[in-house]
């Protein structure tokens, strides 16, 4: 999704709250997102696996790779590509900065 107009940014947690290494759930207007810190960057993706019904957040983060608890299909949060079958379809990724302290991702606005 491109950062401009048809976005709105909200804030979602402060920094200090998401270590390198670290990811989070959170549920922000009905959407399950994730988000990920990866070397001190933060990245947010769809928290639902495109496989079948499984949370992300509670599967295992390395590096910039989440692996699925569910199956072990594995995605890379930075760009939300498919890594390691079965998923066939990449994650969703949201748009993500830093306001101040704030940790702030980009969901499309209305
Ligand atoms: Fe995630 Fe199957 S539900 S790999």
Request: with cysteine; aromatic share 8%.
């Amino acid at each position: 999704m491109p950062e401009d107009d048809n976005c709105k940014w909200v804030s979602v947690l402060l920094a200090e709250e998401l270590p390198v290494g670290q990811m989070i759930g959170v549920e922000i207007e009905g959407l399950r997102i994730a988000i990920f810190n990866v070397k001190g960057a933060f990245y947010a993706t769809d928290n639902i696996c495109t496989h079948a019904f499984a949370v992300l957040s509670d599967g295992w983060f390395e590096g910039n790779v989440i692996e699925c608890p569910l199956h072990g299909g594995k995605f890379d949060v930075c760009s939300g590509r498919v890594l390691g079958e079965p998923p066939e379809r990449d994650l969703r990724t949201y748009p993500t900065r830093l306001l101040g302290e704030e940790i702030q991702i980009a969901l499309p606005s209305a």
